[in-house]
């Protein structure tokens, strides 16, 4: 059986959506990132190295790790529910140029800032950095129900949650409609309320 390794709210969370999007079986543990401890015991490290969260185990013994890898071999198994472009094409490289970028740009801007020794000052540059990476974000996002345009895809699970982080380190980002309104209309799905359902997110 498939197993997502995860932890509430984390990174991990988006292929948690992706695979409930795409209508596959699988079995959730959850990971304590301090301690890399499972909740069914044993440790998260004996099966990625990294230690990192998500992390997917297959049928097979094979072990993926890395968000974006992860979202996109889910979307091939299921081609039918155009999670992704078709390898090869245009529009496939497009996606990986946004996945590329929420990870670099986006993702790995919101870390400073749940830095608990970071002092405020230090965090307030790190998140006018990200905010105008986020503005830019919310111009694409002008006229589209998504990324991609009409289409929702594994790189709008990414940015739904991280953005979702904005809550967490108290970044106001209410005045990006666009970016608000991807958001809102992400959450609607039921895949997604599924998933932060079965985290603990909502109730």
Known sequence: MTTLYFSPAACSLSPHIVLREAGMAFTLEQVDLRSKALKSGGSLTDINPKGQVPTLTL????????GPAIVQWIADQVPAKHLAPANGTMDRTKLQIWLNYISTEIHKG????????LPAETKSVFAEMLLKKLAWVDGQLAGK????????TVADAYLFTVANWSHYVKLD??????????????AARPAVQEAMKAEGLVT
């Open 145 to 152: 129900d998504y990324l991609m345009g009409a289409q929702f």
């Open 110 to 117: 919101f870390s400073p800032l749940f830095s608990p020794t």
């Open 173 to 186: 980002i209410s005045g990006f409609a666009n970016l608000q309104a991807h958001m809102g209309r992400v």
């Open 59 to 66: 049928d097979g013994g094979e072990v993926l790790t890395e």
